[in-house]
């Protein structure tokens, strides 16, 4: 019995298949969802606010393993997961990684209508479209910003030097995350012109050295690398830190819980992060993913997902409805701001040694996990 | 032992036998029976095969997998493992001043850690094991287990609450007019916790080792005219020695294998052997530089337990 239903499913899945290919190997539509959706996202990715009524529309069942970071995203997928999850919300600093590594599949963007909505920067960024093919579906973005204590730290900080000097000496914190490295960089191609940084993410070893001897020299002063967004949080809560680097997300947080803080994007720039949910190589659940990215693009769900994490989306029509369920907050995200807006922010991207430039120069990123763990010591 | 139980299947056996003469699959189990009566090293052999089994495959196999693969290496740019035998790995950990940091902090801190266990532990052993009456004694059991029945990370999310900034210690600091400690998220801090959830580990061998001292030997002690003093330096110490030799092997390789307080208590210099271990795996996935890491506090632990062994911890176990 068990048998024969085996070999009515493979039938069935051929059948879908034959019927959905297109003749670029793409499919050209959507079939009949399998049942289940599994992901790998960020915690707070999957709320139940725009998840219920999903499974409810599609009558696919989400399963969500979450991630604490990038490199645990590619781990997880490394490890056998690009057979086991369907959808990945990666990162700028994991999505060319994940592609080179052949574990995520290109995606048919005709079959999420929403895509055509999308601001067009995002449309089709450098970190989740390769020579023309699109590996995913962008979702949401956001800056790095500088978050601070208005009671203790005055004046209000407008440069990044604020964490890498001894004024604030143990009460700094800033993620433990080897792209911070990039920061140290944008830092100091405005600080130290002479170095020529370009591009944070495409550094030659003299560059990149130069960064880490900053990073080096910053971690006396640093009272905690933070590795999940609570623990920065309860640092600036309990007074234990006043300054650093961090998200929208832990200022809304911190606000709600009255703590006198701000943030400010500093006079040098920031970098950011582009979410893309991109299609795992060997997805169990093909159908059901594809009808996630149309669903999860829709500006509503957009809306809801921006301001329920505290962050941007990348459907430009999505501003409306943002506003509606929190006054203003269209604004406060910068969904609206103008394309010199985006100018400023320096998105992630896997650091490779091949640099724009044609040259085979750069230092690649496992060089700068190694890095980034020995200069923590 | 295992003769008596012999002997008694011989007998249910030849019961058997009377009862159901001529059945064919009785038959051969009486046979089978039989032979492996004749054949004491087929029934060791039978007996003792699924532990062994067990034993080399999920405890050794592994150990061995670990070894072994500490000895390949990871593609930089797919990062996937190539099996290259090299001993890139383990010249990377030695050369770098990094990681010779990193091992020295998680083998002093282990080791502050179990002297101060010792310490704390000897004076309350001694109380619970030869001075408290048997109810005071169940009482304080029950105390020293109570931690153990809470999950570990709740301990130690309280400590990282208490020795906040704004925590409960400064806050009761600056109520006796004293100064604020400024301990959060520094290495006194890793020692503190890992001091005080591991003080049970300490308690209960150095606690078996002394109730193990005969009455006798106190008496014979006072009646040679021994001081107390004298009774403890020369009799319970030396008695009790296997019992603190015994704890240190729980306190010393807990606090090696350790990588969860270091991240919640620890501060911005506080990595151990096993974070490193834990963000090549997770992080970096890299799992031949995270093994080769791996066998230095396997190592470290291997001389422990020789001079352990020589100083007769196991027989307090």
């Known amino acids: 019995m068990k048998r024969v239903i085996v070999v009515v499913a493979a039938v069935a899945a051929l059948a879908v298949q034959a019927a959905t290919a297109g003749p670029t190997g793409l499919p050209t539509s959507i079939g009949k969802g399998e049942g289940q959706l599994n992901l790998i996202a960020w915690e707070g990715y999957t709320q139940p606010e725009w998840v219920k009524p999903f499974e409810k529309e599609t009558g696919c069942q989400v399963n969500a393993k979450y991630a604490g970071s990038s490199d645990e995203m590619v781990a997880l997928m490394s490890q056998g997961g690009d057979s086991q999850y369907d959808l990945v919300s990666a990162s700028g600093d994991a999505s060319l990684r994940l592609i080179y590594s052949k574990l995520v599949q290109p995606v048919n963007v005709k079959l999420v209508p929403s895509w055509k909505q999308f601001n067009p920067a995002f449309q089709s960024p450098p970190n989740n479209t390769v020579d023309g093919v699109h590996y995913g579906i962008s979702l949401q973005w956001g800056p790095n910003t500088l978050l601070y204590n208005t009671k203790l730290v005055k004046p209000k900080p407008t440069s990044w030097a604020a964490i890498y000097s001894p004024k604030y000496k143990g009460k700094i914190t800033v993620p433990d995350n080897p792209i911070q490295i990039a920061d140290a960089a944008l830092y100091l191609s405005k600080s130290q012109p002479s170095l020529g940084i370009t591009d944070p993410y495409e550094l030659t070893q003299a560059q990149f050295n130069a960064a880490i001897a900053l990073l080096k020299q910053q971690r006396p002063l640093i009272v905690k690398y933070w590795a999940l967004a609570s623990d920065e949080i309860d640092l600036f809560k309990n007074g234990d830190a006043v300054i650093g680097a961090s998200w929208p997300y832990q200022l809304s947080t911190l606000k709600a819980a009255n703590a006198p803080v701000a943030d400010t994007i500093p006079k040098e720039g920031a970098t950011g992060w582009l979410d893309t949910w991109m299609l795992s190589a060997n997805a169990p659940h093909p159908n059901c993913a594809y009808k996630w990215l149309a669903y999860i693009s829709t500006p509503k769900v957009q809306a809801e997902q921006a301001v329920s994490y505290g962050e941007t989306p990348v459907n430009s029509k999505a501003c409306p409805y943002m506003n509606k369920i929190a006054k203003g907050s269209c604004a406060q995200y910068h969904a609206n701001a103008p394309l010199a807006y985006y100018k400023q922010i320096k998105f992630w991207k896997t650091p490779l040694a091949t640099c724009d430039n044609g040259k085979n120069d750069c230092v690649a990123y496992p060089e700068w996990q190694t890095a980034w763990t020995e200069m923590k010591g | ?317």
Do not use: C
């Open chain 2, 1 to 317: 032992m295992a003769d008596g139980l012999d002997g008694n299947e011989g007998v249910a056996l030849s019961g058997l036998d009377r009862t159901s003469a001529g059945l064919p699959a009785r038959k051969a189990r009486r046979t089978f029976g039989g032979f492996l009566w004749r054949a004491p090293w087929l029934r060791a052999v039978l007996l003792l095969a699924p532990p062994v089994a067990w034993f080399a495959l999920i405890y050794l196999a592994a150990l061995v997998y670990l070894f072994v693969s500490a000895f390949w290496q990871v593609n930089p740019f797919t990062s996937e493992i190539e099996r290259i035998w090299n001993v890139h790995n383990f010249t990377t950990i030695f050369s770098s001043g990094a990681y010779r940091a990193i091992a020295l902090r998680t083998v002093g801190i282990a080791a502050a850690t179990t002297l101060t266990d010792a310490v704390l532990a000897f004076p309350f052993a001694y109380y619970m094991a030869r001075v408290a009456a048997p109810r005071k004694r169940a009482v304080l059991f029950v105390l020293v287990l109570l931690p153990l029945w809470s999950s570990y990370l709740v301990r130690v999310y309280a400590w990282r609450q208490i020795l906040d900034h704004d925590g409960v210690l400064n806050w009761s600091l600056e109520k006796l007019g004293l100064p604020a400690a400024n301990i959060a998220y520094t290495n006194t801090a890793v020692w503190l916790v890992f001091s005080y959830v591991w003080l049970p580990f300490m308690i209960l061998p150095v606690y078996a080792a002394l109730e193990r001292i005969p009455e006798s030997m106190f008496e014979a002690s006072a009646d040679l005219g021994a001081r107390a003093w004298s009774t403890v330096r020369r009799i319970v110490i030396p008695l009790a020695l296997p019992g603190l030799v015994a704890g240190s092997i729980f306190t010393f390789s807990l606090t090696l294998g350790d990588y969860i307080t270091p991240t919640l208590v620890g501060g911005a210099s506080s990595q151990f052997i096993g974070n490193v271990v834990f963000s090549s795996v997770g992080i970096a996935n890299n799992i031949p530089f995270a093994a080769a890491f791996a066998t230095v506090p396997l190592v470290i632990m291997g001389v422990y337990l020789v001079v352990a062994r020589r100083l007769g911890a196991f027989e307090a176990l």
